[in-house]
């Protein structure tokens, strides 16, 4: 079953469940996954958060990441949520379709794709067909599960992602940062 999102949701971090649940999407969502009253009534076994592979894909998983952490702790400490990744490009010659996750593997797949493979960058889910969607959701779908540390305070991870804390969160993000450069290839 596919549950689609109409834009980005709401921030729920620091709010009650009834102000949450006033928001129509958390609303739907929460009876489509029927976790209301407990998680032994969750209708799916493997909840798979499907965005767009940009920084606001990144920031809409979050934005959902927080909503499960902060009410549905259990769904993530039982290992059923996961991130989908979606590739970044399209490699194929007449004979073959390759999807590639990083410029690396864009890179191994022209070599292997020579002598002028037709190249596509995805920007986002909305450009891939349900046709197209299909084939990367099969048997190499790749699924990174969304975990938790036992000795992870919930509420320490979402103030400090999530809270009012900007100075601290920019010194981390600035102390870890890593740059990760597009390779421009001349035809």
């Given at each position: 079953?596919?549950?689609?999102?109409?834009?980005?949701?709401?921030?729920?971090?620091?709010?009650?469940?009834?102000?949450?649940?006033?928001?129509?999407?958390?609303?739907?969502?929460?009876?489509?996954?029927?976790?209301?009253?407990?998680?032994?009534?969750?209708?799916?076994?493997?909840?798979?958060?499907?965005?767009?592979?940009?920084?606001?894909?990144?920031?809409?998983?979050?934005?959902?990441?927080?909503?499960?952490?902060?009410?549905?702790?259990?769904?993530?400490?039982?290992?059923?949520?996961?991130?989908?990744?979606?590739?970044?490009?399209?490699?194929?010659?007449?004979?073959?379709?390759i999807y590639c996750y990083s410029e690396q593997?864009?890179?191994?797949?022209?070599?292997?794709?020579?002598?002028?493979?037709?190249?596509?960058?995805?920007?986002?889910?909305?450009?891939?067909?349900?046709?197209?969607?299909?084939?990367?959701?099969?048997?190499?779908?790749?699924?990174?599960?969304?975990?938790?540390?036992?000795?992870?305070?919930?509420?320490?991870?979402?103030?400090?992602?999530?809270?009012?804390?900007?100075?601290?969160?920019?010194?981390?993000?600035?102390n870890n940062l890593k740059v990760e450069l597009?390779?421009?290839?001349?035809?």
């Amino acid at each position: 079953a596919v549950f689609s999102l109409r834009g980005k949701p709401l921030n729920s971090y620091g709010m009650s469940k009834k102000i949450v649940y006033e928001n129509e999407e958390f609303n739907l969502l929460q009876a489509a996954l029927n976790i209301e009253e407990s998680m032994e009534d969750l209708r799916y076994n493997n909840i798979v958060i499907a965005t767009d592979a940009d920084v606001d894909g990144m920031h809409i998983r979050l934005l959902l990441i927080t909503f499960f952490l902060q009410f549905f702790p259990e769904m993530i400490k039982e290992g059923h949520l996961y991130i989908l990744q979606t590739p970044l490009f399209r490699v194929r010659n007449k004979k073959e379709t390759i999807y590639c996750y990083s410029e690396q593997e864009k890179r191994d797949a022209i070599e292997k794709l020579k002598p002028k493979p037709e190249i596509t960058r995805f920007k986002g889910l909305g450009e891939i067909s349900p046709d197209e969607f299909k084939n990367f959701i099969g048997e190499t779908i790749r699924l990174d599960p969304v975990m938790l540390d036992k000795s992870t305070s919930i509420e320490k991870l979402l103030e400090f992602y999530m809270g009012k804390n900007t100075p601290d969160r920019q010194t981390f993000i600035i102390n870890n940062l890593k740059v990760e450069l597009d390779v421009v290839e001349a035809n």
